[in-house]
T-cell receptor, first 112, second 114 residues
Framework: QQQVKQSPQSLIVQKGGISIINCAYENTAFDYFPWYQQFPGKGPALLIA?????SEKKEGRFTISFNKSAKQFSLHIMDSQPGDSATYFCAAGSGNTGKLIFGQGTTLQVKP | DGGITQSPKYLFRKEGQNVTLSCEQNLNHDAMYWYRQDPGQGLRLIYYSQIVNDFQKGDIAEGYSVSREKKESFPLTVTSAQKNPTAFYLC?????????????FGPGTRLLVL
């Protein structure tokens, strides 16, 4: 019940295309859903986050879509660029412990 | 220059040896976290601390120990009881452990077993 399942494991997209990464969760107590971006040899950095009371959040080329009834959320990267090539992690959290459960990660390669 | 520092960048452990990974933050954050990252498994929580002199086990605490004697420091010891310690270790902090607080990550320490 604590798992967050992320897919695909890897993704190759042409420059200018749309990258889509999906996550699913079971625990309905989760109420905070961030996405983190990690470059090789570096620590992850927060990209964008959403609360379950909204269905979509957009920041620049990055959009989170959230489907509460399906317990799924996804990250869309519009106009993907080679600089977006990184590993992306979804996560879910609840309550006031600050604990996050991370998905397995998706390695994105954007080809020029 | 505010942030989280982790040292060393690479650490080698011999069989039966305890090793300690350093994590320091100058962000004045109350909460600190340790994660282990293995290929294809995402980040898994080892220990976390919401306040000085207090910490809780995460999902994979066996074979690890921590202390939180100062607000800015949260060292992680990998003991000889951890049979598979080779991994990338990440420290993070947040201003509090409240809902939706952003966790900021350090650059990580890669631990290898000789």
């Amino acid at each position: 019940q604590q798992q967050v399942k992320q897919s695909p494991q890897s993704l190759i997209v042409q420059k200018g295309g749309i990258s889509i990464i999906n996550c699913a969760y079971e625990n309905t107590a989760f109420d905070y859903f961030p996405w983190y971006q990690q470059f090789p040899g570096k620590g992850p950095a927060l990209l964008i986050a959403i609360r379950p009371d909204v269905s979509e959040k957009k920041e620049g080329r990055f959009t989170i879509s959230f489907n509460k009834s399906a317990k799924q959320f996804s990250l869309h990267i519009m106009d993907s660029q080679p600089g977006d090539s990184a590993t992306y992690f979804c996560a879910a959290g609840s309550g006031n412990t600050g604990k996050l459960i991370f998905g397995q990660g998706t390695t994105l390669q954007v080809k020029p | 220059d505010g942030g989280i520092t982790q040292s060393p960048k690479y650490l080698f452990r011999k069989e039966g040896q305890n090793v300690t990974l350093s994590c320091e933050q100058n962000l004045n954050h109350d909460a600190m976290y340790w994660y282990r990252q293995d290929p294809g498994q995402g980040l898994r929580l080892i220990y976390y601390s919401q306040i000085v002199n207090d910490f809780q086990k995460g999902d994979i605490a066996e074979g690890y120990s921590v202390s939180r004697e100062k607000k800015e420091s949260f060292p992680l010891t990998v003991t000889s009881a951890q049979k598979n310690p080779t991994a990338f270790y990440l420290c993070a902090s947040s201003s509090s452990s409240g809902w939706g607080e952003t966790q900021y990550f350090g650059p990580g320490t890669r631990l290898l077993v000789l």
